[in-house]
């Protein structure tokens, strides 16, 4: 934490409610999460922010092992250590194992994935790369999801893509 450019909040320093907001958004026995704790600077962004990560995160329509990938992949392409390694445990809860977490890291032409694994990365790298999904594996993604899925998958990544710059920018590490 010496290295990071803003420390975590204060506690003492927030309102009752923020303070509340804080807690909401920390597990039991841990710290909060870091991004968390830094963005708490702004209270005014706290609480929109924290019901619009945890609508994603909890209540998307995409089983949590595809959000997981998307949100590795994320984490990868914008070389965040702080986003990869806390969402490698989310990723083995959601059902990933070590094998496939490590093989995120090499992308969509790794060898092994299926069809629809492969398009979520490539979806992950093309947004990266271009800010857009092509056809092709638009085509791919819309044989197996719903409107509201293919939606999901965009702001996943856009969700995960902004905590890594957050991170990277604040030496959150």
């Known amino acids: ?13 927030l309102t009752d409610e923020h303070a509340q907001l804080l807690d909401l958004a920390t597990p039991p026995g841990h710290d909060p999460l870091a991004t968390v704790a830094v963005l708490a600077h702004n209270p005014a962004l ?3 922010f924290l019901g619009w990560a945890a609508a ?5 329509v995409l089983p949590k092992r595809e959000h997981e990938l998307i949100a590795l992949r994320a984490a990868r392409l914008c070389r965040s250590t702080f986003e990869w390694d806390e969402h490698v445990e989310y ?3 959601a059902g990933l194992n070590e094998e496939e977490i490590d093989r995120v890291a090499e992308g969509p032409e790794a060898a092994g994935w299926s069809e629809a694994d492969a398009a979520l990365l490539r979806a992950a790298d093309e947004l990266h ?4 999904i092509s056809e092709q594996t638009w085509k791919v993604l819309r044989a197996r999801h719903d409107d509201a899925a293919l939606v999901e998958i965009a702001y996943v990544y856009g969700q995960y893509s902004m905590l890594s710059m957050v991170a990277n920018a604040l030496n959150i590490d």
């Open 1 to 13: 934490m010496s290295d990071w450019r803003v420390a975590r909040v204060s506690r003492d320093t």
């Open 46 to 48: 706290l609480g929109p």
């Open 56 to 60: 994603l995160a909890l209540s998307g």
């Open 91 to 93: 990723a083995r809860r």
């Open 129 to 132: 790369d271009a800010h857009a």
